[in-house]
């Protein structure tokens, strides 16, 4: 590894932000992203935060951890990704979605219609009951893409005029909203329940568009592979799961000495299902 290196940087500020509340040990030595009830959980977990050479016990409450973790992929992406203007030109903005609507989505392009259907639903009952949730999309983080003018879309050449790309949702005469690059859920640990959350809402994503498809990721602190195979196992609708800390959960896997949780983790990873957060900014440059 390259010293000075952006993305390595950034990766040991991520961990460090991590390290003020968001991944602790209690007063017995088990780190915060453990199922305690889980001596494999445990086992593994302990290992990650000894490479990472965690120290703090200062545990934030489950709500503002999971808060805390979004703010802390936010930023990551924020640091890594907008310094890649050189791989992927373009007006990109990264926010954490502080609204916890159902249409928080609703102000892109892609899903700019969802206001009209989630309007339509208010005023019929039997719609609404038809509908139900599948139209209910929150994404935690998200990278957006701005618009363009026709100067910038013009700057090397004569490239469009009034004649032509009428209707291009990136040009901004055209009177669109901006773009949604990427949704990124944000799980510190996975239950059942999280993971099915992750998937319903990346179907969502993809059922509700109109026009070019939006990255779909999870990025997660779950230390036993076989709950993060709950989500990262198949294709079709998230696009990959990143783990804070992969080279560190593989040694921990390795030296727990559990046979089926190692053959699970080289499924995941070799099978490119399962990276670090690392190889999420430049993911997102494709």
């Known amino acids: 590894m390259s010293a000075g290196a952006l993305i390595a940087e950034a990766r040991q500020r991520y961990h460090a932000q991590l390290f003020k509340g968001v991944l602790s040990l209690d007063v017995d030595g088990i780190p915060s992203n453990a199922d305690k009830h889980s001596r494999i959980s445990v086992a593994i977990a302990k290992g990650i935060a000894q490479q990472l050479k965690l120290e703090t016990m200062e545990k934030l409450a489950g709500q ?54 989630a309007q339509a639903a208010k005023a019929s009952p039997e719609l609404a009951a038809a509908l139900g949730n599948d139209y209910t999309i929150s994404p935690d983080v998200i990278i957006i893409r701005g618009l363009l003018t026709d100067a910038q879309i013009n700057a090397p050449e004569p490239i469009i005029d009034a004649s032509v790309c009428r209707k291009a949702a990136l040009r901004i005469s055209n009177g669109g ?67 804070f800390a992969l080279p560190e959960l593989e040694v921990a896997v390795e030296q727990c ?12 990873v070799q099978g490119k299902r399962l990276k670090d957060i690392s190889d999420l900014p430049l993911d997102m440059a494709v």
Not at 86 to 106: C, F, M, N, Q, T
Not at 210 to 226: A, M, R, W, Y
Not at 257 to 268: D, F, H, V
């Open 177 to 243: 909203k901006p773009l949604l690059h990427a949704s990124v859920s944000s799980k510190w640990t996975i239950r059942s329940d999280r993971s099915q959350n992750s998937r319903a809402e990346a179907l969502n994503l993809i059922r509700n568009r109109k026009g070019h498809l939006p990255h779909i990721v999870v990025v997660t602190g779950e230390p036993l592979p076989s709950r993060l195979s709950s989500i990262a196992l198949g294709t079709g609708d998230i696009d990959c799961v990143y783990h």
């Open 257 to 268: 000495g559990e046979e089926e949780a190692l053959s699970l983790l080289r499924i995941m």
């Open 64 to 117: 503002r951890s999971g808060s805390e973790f979004e703010t802390a992929n936010a930023d990551f992406v924020r640091e890594t990704f907008l310094r890649l203007s050189h791989i992927r030109p373009g007006d990109w903005e990264v926010r954490k979605v502080s609204s916890r609507g159902r249409l928080a989505v609703a102000d892109f392009e892609q899903y700019s219609h969802l206001d009209a259907l």
